[in-house]
């Protein structure tokens, strides 16, 4: 390999003072930044499973009209696990995971600002995790992921595992606002000498807004639960009409967290997306300020939508018509981002590596996703198709646009960083084939479905029309978005084990986690460079070809550590 | 083929052709469908067009472009015009969707009582005359209930009522009281309009004018439990002259059930001398 001949290069390895700690108690008393990483993306991946296998049963449920296969009750527990476990236990944590890993090396730092505050996040985490699927053994909760009152309090949701949902709620609230807290003292105090906020890599960028955003949201849906908490328990009477509380009130609190949260799910999605372009079109990022900037108007305007959630709730026309105007006006710096992201694409010499996939697998979906957004920020048109499946697809589209694809997308990027091989490419193709088809079948359709009448979270319909076949086609949509993912889990395993070697830049990348080895070393560098410019890994490649004397190296050259083949 | 058209057009908008507030969503939707499906069509095509015309070939070289402002602030603004603009499309449809028109002077005599007074509220809109059929709905697990005008005492006390089906009169405005004696729930029939939540403690408002008789399916949009899915709402609409009759009819039941019950239950206390047992 070319790149591994230039020897002579500041790409140095950490030489360990004592020996490495080893074997499962060195997991379970870690604080660095990698292994905490990895354990919030291994156990956020589990619950990812186990959510799809939620999704997969319904889906099931749903194949045929009048279906008997699951009980109404088990159904509305299936829908509730399903919405809480992908929102709470697989994407927000996700991102925190990846941030785990990537933040610090990304700005040149040694670790997180707080690495025992980082441990205890995520063993916050996965504590919320086990409470809330204990409750399977059981009464899982089953009023939705939302919980609307009065049918989560206590008359109407009796069992535990309405409280089980708060616990959840609180610890992994709790997880996310140390993680946020971590995040950004680390962004704020830990970068690289050079690196100003004008360097800043975008994905970084993305976590601090993310930080924000948390820091921000989730004390609302800490008090909302404990609010729910009281009045389930204690005798308090917030969310009870007959003594003066409103059920409103829990609607509007449970959506000024709710709305922000879908941005602290797709923001850090977008900075993978800006991350992985520029490498896999050899370009650099076109219009950085403008996308760094289009993400805090996007978390500020976030603010201010949450009631286009409500429209169909007992409130004044005014605020209806501010939150449609509102919404519309956060479609700008999104369609901001996307068309900067094309014109990163424009002229480039684009390389059809699997990461660069699911980015653009990413835009595609979520373009689908922001486009039917607009349908619901107008209210007259949300009246008729919000709650419905109109709603289910639209929210899919953006979640598996904006999340689920720029998480394979950072799983196929950063693998080679992580474990040092690189993931096998033909499977990662099949994998984002498999993927785009499923969550093109069993969404697409489900716009049909709601416009012809077919509200959300219900066990069963009657065959008028053709709802049968369009739930059929659904349906199977699903199986093939399972297979797709399962794909990729093959990979992994397959790489783990049989993977070809990384090296430290397989990529040819831009950013400062490529300069140290791959996996990196306990301290990540132990010599930190200088950042000179938004693309530092460049700035050192052409060093290194300066005092080497070689001939410059054309953009467009393959790394050849990364030429596996695959099934 | 017209009707081949129709289905297609059906196959990608909302329900509608009950009353005319369906109607007006229905072309608002189309609308912005054509505003939403050209701007996809632009720009995932120019994102298909830029990854395969500018593929990694032998000798390319990408072009090292940092941004460019003039572009960058003319993409913001046409994006912010477009919104604009369908802003502009969503107040002009607003009145239609949201304001119900008088009813026909063939509509029910019933609609002839002002409404403005029932309820002192900004949300309830009423028709430009203030004269409208108001029912109010009352969402339950699992069943709708629904009060019709025509009562005994000034309370509201002995007023006809029905459960799952509602009986209206057509080309008379049917202003619905929507309200909730438990859970929040969502009513619901698309083509007579959009949906609106009933929740505990709360007013909330709708209307509808239909024209021509017909029944109309519908069912509750918002999780309400366990029977949620079936928690159906239907709309028969029927000649004004015939809904009087139903609705005297349907008194006349109601009244007949309720002498029923005072007597088994006079029976009941004479046989067991207790005498407790009250008019519910």
Same mark, same amino acid.
């Not at chain 1, 959510?51 to 509305?76: F, H, K, S, W």
């Not at chain 1, 010499?349 to 957004?373: D, H, K, Y």
């Not at chain 2, 339950?140 to 009169?169: K, N, T």
């Given at each position: 390999?070319?790149?591994?001949?230039?020897?002579?290069?500041?790409?140095?390895?950490?030489?360990? +003072?004592?020996?490495?700690?080893?074997?499962?108690?060195?997991?379970?008393?870690?604080?660095?930044?990698?292994?905490?990483?990895?354990?919030?993306?291994?156990?956020?991946?589990?619950?990812?499973?186990?959510?799809?296998?939620?999704?997969?049963?319904?889906?099931?449920?749903?194949?045929?009209?009048?279906?008997?296969?699951?009980?109404?009750?088990?159904?509305?527990?299936?829908?509730?696990?399903?919405?809480?476990?992908?929102?709470?236990?697989?994407?927000?944590?996700?991102?925190?995971?990846?941030?785990?890993?990537?933040?610090?090396?990304?700005?040149?730092?040694?670790?997180?600002?707080?690495?025992?505050?980082?441990?205890?996040?995520?063993?916050?985490?996965?504590?919320?995790?086990?409470?809330?699927?204990?409750?399977?053994?059981?009464?899982?909760?089953?009023?939705?992921?939302?919980?609307?009152?009065?049918?989560?309090?206590?008359?109407?949701?009796?069992?535990?595992?309405?409280?089980?949902?708060?616990?959840?709620?609180?610890?992994?609230?709790?997880?996310?606002?140390?993680?946020?807290?971590?995040?950004?003292?680390?962004?704020?105090?830990?970068? +690289?000498?050079?690196?100003?906020?004008?360097?800043?890599?975008?994905?970084?960028?993305?976590?601090?807004?993310?930080?924000?955003?948390?820091?921000?949201?989730?004390?609302?849906?800490?008090?909302?639960?404990?609010?729910?908490?009281?009045?389930?328990?204690?005798?308090?009477?917030?969310?009870?009409?007959?003594?003066?509380?409103?059920?409103?009130?829990?609607?509007?609190?449970?959506?000024?967290?709710?709305?922000?949260?879908?941005?602290?799910?797709?923001?850090?999605?977008?900075?993978?997306?800006?991350?992985?372009?520029?490498?896999?079109?050899?370009?650099?990022?076109?219009?950085?300020?403008?996308?760094?900037?289009?993400?805090?108007?996007?978390?500020?305007?976030?603010?201010?939508?949450?009631?286009?959630?409500?429209?169909?709730?007992?409130?004044?026309?005014?605020?209806?018509?501010?939150?449609?105007?509102?919404?519309?006006?956060?479609?700008?710096?999104?369609?901001?981002?996307?068309?900067?992201?094309?014109?990163?694409?424009?002229?480039?010499?684009?390389?059809?590596?699997?990461?660069?996939?699911?980015?653009?697998?990413?835009?595609?979906?979520?373009?689908?996703?922001?486009?039917?957004?607009?349908?619901?920020?107008?209210?007259?048109?949300?009246?008729?198709?919000?709650?419905?499946?109109?709603?289910?697809?639209?929210?899919?589209?953006?979640?598996?646009?904006?999340?689920?694809?720029?998480?394979?997308?950072?799983?196929?990027?950063?693998?080679?960083?992580?474990?040092?091989?690189?993931?096998?490419?033909?499977?990662?193709?099949?994998?984002?084939?498999?993927?785009?088809?499923?969550?093109?079948?069993?969404?697409?359709?489900?716009?049909?479905?709601?416009?012809?009448?077919?509200?959300?979270?219900?066990?069963?319909?009657?065959?008028?029309?053709?709802?049968?076949?369009?739930?059929?086609?659904?349906?199977?949509?699903?199986?093939?978005?399972?297979?797709?993912?399962?794909?990729?889990?093959?990979?992994?395993?397959?790489?783990?084990?049989?993977?070809?070697?990384?090296?430290?830049?397989?990529?040819?990348?831009?950013?400062?986690?490529?300069?140290?080895?791959?996996?990196?070393?306990?301290?990540?560098?132990?010599?930190?460079?200088?950042?000179?410019?938004?693309?530092?890994?460049?700035?050192?490649?052409?060093?290194?070809?300066?005092?080497?004397?070689?001939?410059?190296?054309?953009?467009?050259?393959?790394?050849?550590?990364?030429?596996?083949?695959?099934? | 083929?017209?009707?081949?058209?129709?289905?297609?057009?059906?196959?990608?908008?909302?329900?509608?052709?009950?009353?005319?507030?369906?109607?007006?969503?229905?072309?608002?939707?189309?609308?912005?469908?054509?505003?939403?499906?050209?701007?996809?069509?632009?720009?995932?095509?120019?994102?298909?067009?830029?990854?395969?015309?500018?593929? +990694?070939?032998?000798?390319?070289?990408?072009?090292?472009?940092?941004?460019?402002?003039?572009?960058?602030?003319?993409?913001?603004?046409?994006?912010?015009?477009?919104?604009?603009?369908?802003?502009?499309?969503?107040?002009?449809?607003?009145?239609?969707?949201?304001?119900?028109?008088?009813?026909?002077?063939?509509?029910?005599?019933?609609?002839?009582?002002?409404?403005?007074?029932?309820?002192?509220?900004?949300?309830?809109?009423?028709?430009?005359?203030?004269?409208?059929?108001?029912?109010?709905?009352?969402?339950?697990?699992?069943?709708?209930?629904?009060?019709?005008?025509?009562?005994?005492?000034?309370?509201?006390?002995? +007023?006809?009522?029905?459960?799952?089906?509602?009986?209206?009169?057509?080309?008379?405005?049917?202003?619905?009281?929507?309200?909730?004696?438990?859970?929040?729930?969502?009513?619901?029939?698309?083509?007579?309009?959009?949906?609106?939540?009933?929740?505990?403690?709360?007013?909330?408002?709708?209307?509808?004018?239909?024209?021509?008789?017909?029944?109309?399916?519908?069912?509750?949009?918002?999780?309400?439990?366990?029977?949620?899915?079936?928690?159906?709402?239907?709309?028969?609409?029927?000649?004004?002259?015939?809904?009087?009759?139903?609705?005297?009819?349907?008194?006349?039941?109601?009244?007949?059930?309720?002498?029923?019950?005072?007597?088994?239950?006079?029976?009941?206390?004479?046989?067991?001398?207790?005498?407790?047992?009250?008019?519910?």
């Amino acid at each position: 390999m070319a790149t591994a001949q230039l020897a002579p290069v500041p790409q140095v390895t950490a030489h360990a +003072a004592e020996r490495r700690a080893r074997g499962w108690t060195s997991w379970i008393t870690t604080t660095d930044h990698k292994r905490i990483g990895i354990m919030y993306m291994v156990t956020t991946f589990v619950f990812f499973c186990l959510g799809g296998v939620e999704a997969l049963m319904m889906r099931l449920q749903l194949g045929a009209p009048d279906n008997t296969l699951i009980t109404p009750t088990v159904y509305n527990q299936l829908f509730t696990m399903h919405g809480t476990t992908m929102v709470f236990l697989f994407v927000v944590p996700m991102m925190a995971g990846l941030a785990n890993y990537f933040l610090p090396l990304m700005i040149g730092a040694r670790d997180m600002a707080f690495p025992r505050l980082n441990a205890l996040s995520y063993w916050l985490l996965l504590a919320g995790g086990i409470v809330f699927y204990a409750s399977l053994f059981w009464n899982p909760p089953e009023a939705g992921w939302v919980s609307f009152v009065p049918l989560a309090n206590s008359t109407y949701s009796p069992g535990g595992g309405q409280d089980a949902w708060i616990y959840l709620v609180h610890l992994t609230g709790i997880s996310s606002i140390l993680g946020a807290v971590n995040f950004y003292v680390t962004i704020a105090n830990m970068r +690289a000498r050079g690196m100003s906020w004008g360097r800043l890599p975008l994905f970084v960028w993305t976590i601090l807004v993310y930080a924000v955003l948390i820091i921000f949201a989730m004390p609302v849906i800490a008090a909302a639960a404990t609010m729910l908490l009281t009045d389930r328990h204690f005798g308090t009477h917030f969310f009870d009409p007959a003594n003066g509380g409103s059920p409103v009130l829990w609607q509007h609190l449970f959506w000024f967290f709710g709305h922000p949260e879908v941005y602290i799910m797709v923001l850090p999605g977008f900075g993978i997306i800006s991350e992985v372009l520029p490498v896999f079109a050899r370009k650099p990022i076109f219009g950085y300020r403008a996308i760094a900037a289009s993400t805090v108007a996007i978390a500020f305007l976030g603010f201010l939508t949450w009631a286009h959630h409500m429209f169909t709730a007992p409130i004044p026309e005014a605020i209806l018509v501010f939150v449609m105007l509102s919404s519309y006006f956060i479609a700008v710096p999104t369609g901001v981002k996307i068309l900067n992201w094309i014109a990163t694409l424009w002229r480039g010499t684009v390389e059809f590596r699997t990461p660069l996939l699911f980015c653009v697998g990413a835009i595609t979906v979520f373009l689908i996703g922001g486009i039917s957004g607009i349908f619901l920020a107008t209210f007259p048109i949300d009246w008729q198709v919000n709650e419905t499946y109109f709603v289910v697809a639209h929210l899919h589209f953006v979640l598996l646009g904006g999340s689920v694809f720029t998480i394979f997308a950072a799983i196929y990027y950063w693998f080679p960083k992580i474990t040092g091989k690189m993931l096998g490419e033909g499977l990662g193709r099949l994998s984002f084939a498999l993927m785009l088809l499923g969550v093109l079948t069993t969404f697409l359709i489900q716009h049909v479905i709601g416009l012809d009448g077919m509200p959300r979270r219900v066990y069963e319909y009657d065959n008028v029309g053709h709802l049968e076949l369009y739930n059929q086609i659904s349906t199977v949509g699903s199986f093939i978005l399972a297979l797709g993912v399962l794909v990729t889990i093959i990979n992994v395993a397959r790489s783990l084990k049989v993977g070809v070697v990384a090296g430290p830049d397989p990529w040819k990348a831009n950013t400062l986690e490529w300069f140290t080895t791959s996996p990196p070393p306990d301290n990540n560098f132990d010599i930190v460079p200088v950042v000179r410019s938004v693309e530092p890994m460049k700035d050192i490649r052409r060093e290194i070809e300066r005092r080497s004397g070689a001939a410059p190296v054309s953009g467009a050259v393959v790394p050849t550590g990364a030429t596996q083949v695959g099934v | 083929m017209g009707h081949l058209l129709s289905a297609t057009l059906a196959f990608f908008t909302p329900e509608s052709g009950g009353s005319s507030n369906a109607n007006q969503t229905d072309s608002l939707y189309k609308i912005t469908l054509v505003i939403a499906l050209v701007i996809f069509v632009l720009v995932e095509g120019g994102m298909l067009y830029a990854l395969f015309r500018f593929r +990694a070939r032998k000798g390319a070289v990408a072009a090292q472009i940092r941004g460019n402002t003039r572009l960058e602030v003319g993409w913001t603004v046409a994006a912010a015009v477009i919104l604009l603009a369908l802003a502009v499309v969503t107040f002009a449809k607003l009145d239609s969707i949201q304001n119900p028109p008088n009813s026909s002077p063939e509509g029910d005599k019933l609609a002839s009582a002002d409404v403005t007074r029932l309820y002192a509220s900004d949300a309830r809109k009423l028709p430009p005359n203030g004269k409208a059929l108001n029912i109010k709905v009352i969402g339950r697990q699992f069943i709708w209930q629904y009060v019709y005008p025509g009562a005994d005492e000034p309370d509201g006390l002995g +007023a006809p009522y029905s459960y799952e089906q509602m009986v209206v009169p057509t080309k008379t405005t049917v202003t619905l009281d929507i309200v909730s004696s438990d859970v929040v729930h969502s009513w619901w029939v698309p083509q007579l309009g959009g949906k609106f939540q009933a929740v505990p403690g709360y007013h909330n408002y709708t209307w509808f004018k239909i024209e021509k008789p017909g029944v109309f399916k519908g069912q509750c949009a918002l999780l309400c439990g366990r029977g949620h899915a079936r928690m159906i709402a239907t709309v028969k609409a029927v000649p004004p002259a015939q809904f009087d009759e139903w609705l005297a009819y349907q008194k006349k039941l109601i009244a007949e059930a309720n002498e029923q019950a005072k007597l088994a239950r006079a029976k009941l206390n004479s046989q067991t001398g207790a005498g407790q047992v009250e008019n519910p």
